[in-house]
T-cell receptor, first 113, second 114 residues
């Protein structure tokens, strides 16, 4: 599939479990981003990556880990899920020099019980 | 200084009316101001964007008005339609920042009544 995809689309997990959300893009964009969306808070940046093997913290990184060994993939791991991490997670990508536009995936709805 | 403040949180407009959403920023290094539209169950998508060297940009029924001195910009939706019902986010970016991060407003949920 062309574009940016996220998996799973829906996930229910228990407190304390490790969860990995996947993000894959087919454009070879340099930049990739992870956001969480909660009512009243809009889109908050968790982590971003400027290229393979280059990642950095965003606004709300605590409790999350990312890696980027390949340009097209940017997985987000919740090491020990907490109820406060119940949210909708969006992955996005963009390419410097073309435009500032970020292309968003369809999102993953995560519920931590 | 990195914040973008958006208002109102929610907006109800009758079909055919004008929807207006406002945003304000502090960081004068921002050099690109996009608006994103998000339908329920979908990811946000770029709707329209403006650079600070112009005061207005129009694309169909959607217009961005930009006031550089006041550090404010707004989205106007003319002849609003039920299909415009969505959440709208304003954003800003400093293109010289190596992080390439968009700073988003908190969003406005628009409902257009038939």
């Amino acid at each position: 599939d062309a574009g940016i995809t996220q998996s799973p689309r829906y996930k229910i997990t228990e407190t304390g479990r490790q969860v990995t959300l996947m993000c894959h893009q087919t454009w070879s964009h340099s930049y990739m981003f992870w956001y969480r969306q909660d009512l009243g808070h809009g889109l908050r940046l968790i982590y971003y990556s400027a290229a393979a093997d280059i990642t950095d913290k965003g606004e709300v990184p605590d409790g999350y880990v990312v890696s980027r060994s390949k340009t097209e993939n940017f997985p987000l791991t919740l090491e020990s899920a907490t109820r406060s991490q119940t949210s909708v997670y969006f992955c996005a990508s963009s390419e410097r020099g073309v435009s500032y536009e970020q292309y968003f995936g369809p999102g993953t709805r995560l519920t931590v019980t | 200084q990195q914040q973008v403040k958006q208002s109102p949180q929610s907006l109800i407009v009758q079909k055919g009316g004008i929807s207006i959403i406002n945003c304000a920023y502090e960081n004068t290094a921002f050099d690109y101001f996009p608006w994103y539209q998000q339908f329920p169950g979908k990811g946000p998508a770029l709707l329209i964007a403006i650079r600070p060297d112009v005061s207005e940009k129009k694309e169909g029924r959607f217009t961005i008005s930009f006031n550089k001195s006041a550090k404010q910009f707004s989205l106007h939706i003319m002849d609003s339609q039920p299909g415009d019902s969505a959440t709208y986010f304003c954003a800003a970016i400093n293109g010289k920042d190596s992080s390439y991060k968009l700073i988003f407003g908190s969003g406005t949920r628009l409902l257009v009544r038939p």
